[in-house]
């Protein structure tokens, strides 16, 4: 999602610009998927947020338990080094009651997996219901099969999708995951319909999902195999068997130094630990908005509470940003004279946009000839910038004398 700012003011003749804020952020769904199963970018901070805040039921049965088999094995790749990793030992360790400063994780908390209904629903119930387990704030559960077979049935919805959003309307402080199944190269097709149906739906509704099958298209290096099995087998559009993904890039790789062995039931140790590394992105992404209202908790903390900022469509300061606009542009929703404006502009060989920037945030330039198409477009040339804190200029390079044109600044989160 991009903001984007404008300043007005003459640069040359026919060079102008406009300054405004559009668009917001608001309680997006929380994807995990084979983007984020890169666990170097994570922090010591994330993640130790996530081992404090985090108080997480596992239902699953075998698939599922290439998460938490591939969490346990991750703990002492991590602590050699693996990846290039540099964190404290035993940062990634896991149990359930999160003794010893490990995560909270309640592996097996619930019997069965999500493809038994309505026995999934009846036993979240009578977990959550449990007083010994009212600490527990966030659910989830994993897939073993049933999923594509609930798609051409027509029961995915009221076997699924219905029942986790009614569950999540009973526990309002409990953070639900969905999930996608695995992939399954024997009925392909549905499965893959059925991924979508779970996903849109998830997109739609500002839903948590973790995408199973999605982290098993992919390979280290982002190669897509379109048609895959479980055990990471991939295929032709026609049947016909190519290779194995996960054991290719292993042989052709360092264990212990690019990957690890551990359980992963029905596949190979790389699945799983892909599987691990999301679900580490998963619990840092989920700890930093518990109240799933788009803005970072931890931002909302450094300005006062979440209880300031619920929901981001407020402006506590009253400028002319909402809440969710100056978390976006990293402008300080509590001081009326933080805001995202172009403070500068001048003209010579090259346009000069110049404004006060926001670490961790990208910023890009667009420039339109006529407000009334407002046809915006990225301006040629002119790369997205990182914030540094500081005042920062983009530059359009572009011959433009003699041609009328408005500019306006986006920013983004990374
Ligand atoms: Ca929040
Ligand atoms: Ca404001
Ligand atoms: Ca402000």
């Not at 997480?56 to 080094?81: C, D, K, P, R």
């Amino acid at each position: 999602m991009i903001m984007e700012s404008l300043a007005r003011g003459c640069l040359i003749t026919c060079i102008c610009a406009w300054m405004f804020c559009s668009s917001f952020v608001s309680a997006d769904s929380l994807t995990i998927d084979h983007r984020h199963t890169d666990i170097t970018k994570l922090t010591e901070g994330q993640i130790n947020r996530a081992k404090s805040v985090l108080h997480i039921a596992y239902g699953h049965t075998s698939h599922g338990s290439q998460l938490t088999e591939g969490m346990s094995s991750l703990v002492g790749f991590a602590n050699g080094g693996g990846l290039g990793l540099t964190m404290p030992d035993d940062i990634f360790a896991w149990n359930n009651g999160g003794s010893g400063g490990a995560l909270d994780l309640h592996d097996y908390a619930m019997g069965g997996d999500v493809g038994y209904y309505p026995d999934w629903v009846n036993n979240t119930r009578a977990y959550l219901d449990n007083q010994a387990n009212s600490n527990v704030n966030v659910i989830i559960w994993s897939w073993c099969g049933q999923m594509s077979g609930k798609y051409t049935g027509g029961t995915l919805t009221n076997e699924y999708l219905a029942p986790m959003s009614m569950l999540e309307t009973s526990y309002p402080d409990v953070v639900f995951v969905y999930m996608t199944g695995h992939v399954d190269h024997g009925a392909d097709a549905a499965q893959k319909a059925a991924c979508q149906v779970i996903r849109d739906y998830c997109a739609a509704h500002g839903k948590v999902l973790y995408d199973f099958a999605d982290i098993e298209h992919y390979d280290p290096d982002e190669t897509y195999f379109e048609y895959v099995g479980d055990d990471c087998r991939y295929y032709n559009a026609g049947g016909t068997e190519l290779g194995n993904w996960a054991t290719e890039w292993q042989g052709t790789h360092t264990e212990g130094v690019d990957w690890y062995t551990c359980i992963a039931a029905h596949s190979q140790p790389l699945n799983g630990n892909r599987k691990a590394y999301g679900a580490w992105a998963l619990w840092c992404a989920v700890a930093d908005d518990m109240d799933r209202d788009g803005l970072s908790d931890t931002w909302e903390e450094r300005y006062g509470g979440m209880a300031l900022f619920s929901g981001g469509s407020g402006n506590y300061d009253g400028d002319a940003m909402t809440d969710s606009e100056e978390y976006q542009a990293g402008t300080e929703p509590t001081n009326a004279a933080s805001v995202f404006m172009i403070s500068d502009m001048t003209a010579s060989e090259n346009q000069a946009i110049t404004f006060l920037s926001s670490t961790s945030r990208v910023y890009s330039l667009f420039s339109c000839g006529d407000l009334c198409d407002a046809n915006w477009a990225a301006v040629s040339g002119a790369a997205h910038r990182l914030g540094t804190g500081d005042a920062i200029t983009l530059l359009d390079t572009n011959d433009v004398h003699g041609l009328r044109r408005f500019y306006r600044v986006g920013v983004m989160l990374p």
